[in-house]
């Protein structure tokens, strides 16, 4: 059987379906470089850079996740390697949990449930009101298919949506060729862009301050997207309203003064991280690795090696 290298964790279901057709190597222990054909990774563990090069026979690497931007996919188009990810299955997931952090924010949620759990209500009275999410202005930071079905989850709140992008799309929302500016326009930024070195902190300071002191932003996509610091200062100084996040830069490091801020949610990066999402996301995971064995193709190729695909 051909050679697979894993790189990171998989599941069971993944492992058992592979191991039908796969020789399983760890990337942690002992293997035979120049035997790898197929590597399968996740978004976070990528393929580091001594593996690909010692991997010189790899033909496809597979990752669990839609960004893929650990994996260096200029060095795999010079060595004709295809990447794929698991894109579409999980977008519905990630909207939910979007949509999720900005109720939670908006309607003081973390706080208000410690106050009838911690008895608070009977001893202190009402809570304080919080901010209704309805007739928001909100801008989304990259309307691809996660985007998209972020906007169409808005609709239900009748949000004024408005979307920055590198060309404008054919879709009944406001575009805006300056994020400044669009910052400037509404009163949430969702961060749903790749990552990789072309967003690198691409909300910087004046972004946060062009959103203001009763801003929202929240980040969804890659930590990298995020100026941090920036972001924490901001947040400190009442530059910037409020924050909820999913993903942060040094992941699982979560800067302890986001932690200690009220006006911040906090999630362990758990924007598809369903039972039902995740098994969906490892069953194309497998189905790339296998089609490629059968016929030569895989199913969802990254777009940097398309090309490569048949």
């Known amino acids: ?97 979007t949509i999720m952090l900005m109720l939670t924010s908006f309607r003081n949620f973390l706080a208000d449930e410690a106050h009838a759990r911690s008895g608070n209500w009977e001893v202190n009275g009402n809570a304080p009101l919080s901010r209704s999410s309805d007739n928001r ?11 998209q079905a972020i906007a169409d989850k808005l609709k ?7 979307y920055h992008t590198r060309s404008k799309k054919d879709v009944p929302y406001t575009y805006h060729d300056s994020l400044v500016d669009m910052a400037k326009a509404v009163e949430v930024i969702i961060c ?32 990298s997207v995020i100026d941090e610091a920036a972001m924490v200062a901001a947040l400190q100084t009442g530059k910037l309203g409020y924050a909820a ?26 924007g598809s991280a369903t039972h039902e999402t995740r098994a969906a996301m490892g069953a194309l995971v497998v189905d790339n690795l296998i089609s490629h064995l059968d016929n030569g193709l895989v199913l969802t190729s990254v777009p940097e090696t398309a090309h490569l695909n048949g």
């Open 156 to 162: 239900v709140f009748n949000s004024d949506v408005h």
């Open 1 to 97: 059987m051909p050679d697979l290298l894993q790189i990171g964790g998989i599941t069971d279901t993944m492992r058992d379906r592979l191991a039908e057709r796969f020789t399983i190597h760890q990337a942690t222990g002992d293997y035979p470089a120049d035997a790898i054909t197929h590597i399968v990774t996740n978004g976070h563990d990528g393929v580091p850079a001594d593996i690909l090069a010692k991997c010189t026979n790899a033909k496809v690497a597979a990752s669990y996740g839609v960004g893929y931007d650990a994996i260096d996919t200029d060095a795999c188009v010079e060595r004709g390697i295809i990447v794929t990810h698991t894109p579409d299955v999980l977008n519905a997931e990630v909207a939910s949990t």
């Open 192 to 223: 749903i862009t790749p990552g990789g070195p072309a967003t690198h902190h691409i909300v910087n300071a004046d972004v946060m301050e062009a959103l203001g002191p009763t801003g929202t932003l929240i980040n969804v996509s890659r930590g």
């Open 137 to 147: 202005r909100v801008g989304i930071l990259g309307l691809g298919r996660i985007g």
């Open 245 to 270: 996040l999913d993903v942060f830069e040094e992941e699982p490091k979560i800067p302890d003064a986001l932690k200690s801020m009220s006006n911040v949610v906090l999630l362990p990066h758990v």
